[in-house]
Structure formats: C-alpha cells, structure tokens
C-alpha cells in the first residue's frame, strides 16, 4: 500500500492537492441507482451505533463506511484525503494541528456540521467510563481550541507527525453536538447513506442522503441493504444464488465452487489483516515468559497458511506489523515451528506437560476453530496439551476477547506503525488483549511516534517488532490476505483499498452496478 510518509505529510500538510480530496474521481462508467445487498460476517446483536463499541466488520462497515464520516479517510490507494477535514497544518514539532473543517455539510437530521461536533464527538472517547478503542488516540490531545465555526486547532502531548492517519480511525466518527444520545439511538451522521431501519445484529437499510457534499464522486447507489450472514457456508450461498451482491471473508472451502460461478468474482488484497492467539500476559502460565516463547515454537504456522487460508496470505512472525507497512521488518529472526525447543523452554520454565484451555469461535476470525484445532495438534509434539473450548459465535468479542486467559483473535492492522502498536500494545489502553508491558517497548512508541527522521524510526520499529516477537504475550502466525467476493454486475474504480476488507470497508461508498 503506498503511503506520505510522515516527513511527506508534514510537508504538504496544506496542499490542497493533496489533502482536499473528498472521495474517488468520477469514472465515465460510473452509474446511478440500484440498490445493493451485502451479506457480511461480523454482526452482534449487541452492535449499535456508537462508535466506540464498534469491533468487527457489520458495524464497521455500516457507520464508519455509509452512514457516518471522519475527519480523514485513507483513499483507495493508501493516500490521506480529507474527509470532514478539508485540510490541515502542523507545527514543526508536530505537537500542534490545525484543522480547517469542510463548509456546507449538514447531518442527516439537518444540523449544520461545524467544530463544535468534532470537539464533543472526541472527546466522547475519553469521557468517565467510556471503554473506547480510540481512547489512546484521543487522550493524547491536551486542549482542542475552537478557532472559528469551521476551524479547530488541536495541541498533542507530544509531537505525532502520523496525527491525521489516526483521525480515520473508524471509531472516531462525527456525531452531532448537543443530540449525541438521539444520535446513537437513531444512526444520525454525516454519511452518504442515511438510516431508513436497523435492526442490531440483523439488517441494516440506508438511503441516499440528497445533496452530499461529496457529490457525484461517491455513493452511486439509491438503496444500501446490509443482511447479517455470519455462517460461512449461508453467506456463500446467498452470493451464488443471487440473494446479495457482495460478501466477505470468502470461505475458501467453498472458493472452487464460487470460482466456478460466471455470476460471481473474487477480490483479493494483500494488506496488514493477521489472525492472532493472544494470551493474558497477567494470568497464569501466560504470566512466564517461557511458557509464552514455547507455545509461539508450538505451532506449524505454515499448516495454518496452507489449510486454514488455502495459501491466501503468509506465516507471520508474533508482532503485528503487516507486509503493506513502511517499516515492515522482513528480515526478523523467525519463531519457526521447534517442537524440541518449546519442550527445553517449558522445562527451564518448570511446567513439563503443559496443560492449557484456548478459547475459540469463528466469529474470531473465519474457520478459527479449526485454526485452533490445528494448534492443538501441532502443539503434542512439544508435550502441551491444548484444550480447544468452543465459543458461541454471538457476543463472542464482548464475552471472550479480553476476558479468557487465551483466545482466538484477528485484527485488520493500521496503516501506520504507530497506530498499530498504540491501538493494541501501548501500556493501559483498552484493546490491549494481552496486557503485555515492556519498559523498553514502551520508551520506543513514544520516541518514535514523534520522530521524523526516516531511518531512525525504521531501526526503533525493527526493535519492537523484534519485542513484540521474542516476548509479548501475542501468537501470530499468519498474515491473512482479504478475500471478498462480489456479482459479476458491480465494478469500481479499478483499486481497491487495502486498510480493511471490503475495498477498506468503503464498498458501498466506492462501487456501482456496471
């Protein structure tokens, strides 16, 4: 995925050019109407419209990708644009952002959109009791001044030249001032489709929002319906019998058959998605550092490219930073399958004959169970026996991920390294799944973060992903390609996003019926 770097960003940080992009440019075969059916895993019947509760891909994709926006939005081809930001300028130490907010957007219950509604709408995030996934994001923000009607300067802790990246996080989406709760309840934002009904963990249909301020460049259809499928096999099925038009996460037991299919294509993009087994680095066994390193030699990560993902990614190596990262560290020691020495480790440990529960559900991610089964398997030669405990689906990330001492996981990865680590590794933020802290680990995200010297930060970000690998609490084992699939009837612009699955999550803003 190409990227500004961050040096790049500071530089062009008011290039209109750049940064005032709202959206794909119009193609001549572009066309209105219709209305588009999605069938998408990842629904709960807990999901709402709050943004800050927002984990997996229904709610993801229905909010932060049709009915609400952000300040920025990473474009199909891994560039920032402005979304409800029109432009932007830091200081030279990055410390200080000034944001110019785009005019004549209105929400969909006819609110004028204005600073007011960014301030409210972050600070939402760090506000008593919220467990919001952007809370590192934001409490980074020390005051948030507003400079007009539509401009707003924001000053950091410290400096963060990747600042704007963060801003198109999908849980910081806009809500409006004064009728944040009417909001939620309702699914009133600024998005080119607005709520028609929503039925949690269910369906969602959106229409139109008349005169969007991204006009004619994106939102070509009349009519969003969005069907919650979260068995694999029904979601194929409704593909290929043409009850919806596009899914996600393809079952590649069933690819052959959709392959097969004239009516149906595959979309394939490699991005920074990776399935994970993280362990609660404060209970036991996970607690000592051996136990941790025996079970990443545990297991046959290669199995689980070829079985589990049908050769559709790549064996990773224990730390989160994918191959469309910048500073992806290819050339890493790698924790290879060595079932002699994971069974030295647990004996230097003292825990021989290991015995341990995982949690799993393919809610975690697609054929997870099976994933975990394989472990299990892989995992006797080292003398560990894996209890393989299956999870329901449903409420599985409110009921499991975070609480069981170890589980089935997947993330989509950021585009930046910062926000990777910051989002899931940094000490005390809510999404840190295995509570892991290193002193060492923890000096470089903060060094780094500010830094913009190019090399430096690539030799600070090898040292954490090498952290992150010898000692975090984190399995994982493979990088995971995003596999969707859609009729033969819609097209796009020709790229597809590659920050998250279905074209980055912004499938019914960027597609159309050819």
Not at 19 to 26: D, I, M, R
Not at 72 to 87: I, Y
Not at 417 to 427: G, H, K, Q, R, V
Request: proline content about 3%; glycine content about 8%; hydrophobic content about 40%.
């Amino acid at each position: 995925m190409s990227q500004i770097s961050r040096r790049s960003l500071l530089k062009t940080g008011v290039a209109a050019g750049v940064l005032s992009a709202t959206g794909l440019p119009v193609r001549a075969q572009a066309k209105k109407g219709g209305r588009l059916r999605l069938g998408l895993a990842g629904a709960n019947t807990s999901d709402s419209w709050d943004g800050r509760t927002h984990s997996d891909s229904f709610m993801i994709m229905c909010a932060h990708g049709a009915v609400f926006d952000c300040l920025t939005e990473v474009s199909a081809d891994g560039q920032l644009t402005g979304e409800l930001a029109e432009s932007w300028e830091a200081s030279a130490d990055a410390k200080t952002w000034t944001f110019k907010l785009r005019q004549g957007v209105t929400f969909h219950n006819g609110k004028s959109f204005g600073a007011d509604d960014v301030i409210e709408s972050l600070n939402m995030h760090v506000a008593e009791g919220a467990k919001s996934a952007a809370q590192p994001i934001v409490s980074a923000i020390t005051e948030m001044k507003k400079l007009g009607e539509h401009e707003i300067q924001m000053t950091l802790k410290a400096g963060n030249a990747d600042f704007p990246f963060l801003l198109s996080d999908y849980h910081i989406i806009m809500f409006p001032a004064g009728q944040i709760d009417e909001a939620i309840s309702k699914g009133i934002g600024t998005g080119l489709y607005q709520v028609e009904s929503f039925d949690p963990g269910v369906r969602f249909v959106g229409k139109r929002y008349p005169n969007h301020y991204k006009g004619d460049s994106a939102g070509h259809f009349d009519e969003v319906e969005v069907i919650a499928i979260n068995d694999s096999s029904a979601r194929m099925n409704a593909l290929m019998t043409g009850q919806v038009d596009a899914v996600n996460r393809v079952d590649f037991k069933t690819e052959a058959l959709l392959k097969a299919n004239p009516m149906v294509e595959i979309m394939e993009v490699t991005g920074n998605q990776h399935f994970t087994f993280p362990m609660l680095t404060g209970a036991d066994p996970f607690t000592n550092l051996k136990v941790r390193q025996a079970l990443k030699h545990s297991v046959n990560r290669q199995e689980l490219v070829d079985k589990i993902l049908q050769g559709h990614g790549k064996v990773a190596n224990d730390h989160p930073i994918g191959p469309a990262n910048q500073y992806f560290a290819a050339d890493l020691e790698q924790n290879d399958y060595d079932p002699d020495r994971a069974k030295s480790l647990l004996k230097e440990a003292g825990m021989e004959g290991l015995k341990v529960d995982l949690s799993a559900a393919n809610a975690a991610f697609p054929n997870a169970i099976d994933a975990a089964q394989l472990y299990q398997n892989s995992a006797k030669a080292s003398g560990i026996e894996i209890n393989v405990v299956q999870e329901p689906d449903d409420g599985y990330w409110s009921n499991v991920w975070l609480k069981k001492p170890w589980c089935a996981c997947y993330w989509s990865g950021r585009a930046t390294e910062d926000w990777m680590f910051s989002t899931a590794y940094e000490t005390g933020v809510p999404w840190n799944d295995t509570g892991w802290e290193n002193a060492r680990f923890q000096e470089l995200l903060l060094t780094a973060r500010a830094e913009l010297d190019s090399a430096k930060r690539k030799e600070m970000y090898t040292e954490m992903q090498m952290l992150c690998s010898k000692e975090g609490g984190t399995v994982v084992p493979m990088y995971a390609n995003y596999v969707d699939a859609h009729s033969s009837k819609l097209a796009n612009s020709g790229t597809i996003g590659n920050v998250f699955q279905m074209d980055s999550s912004r499938f019914m803003e960027r597609w159309w019926f050819a």
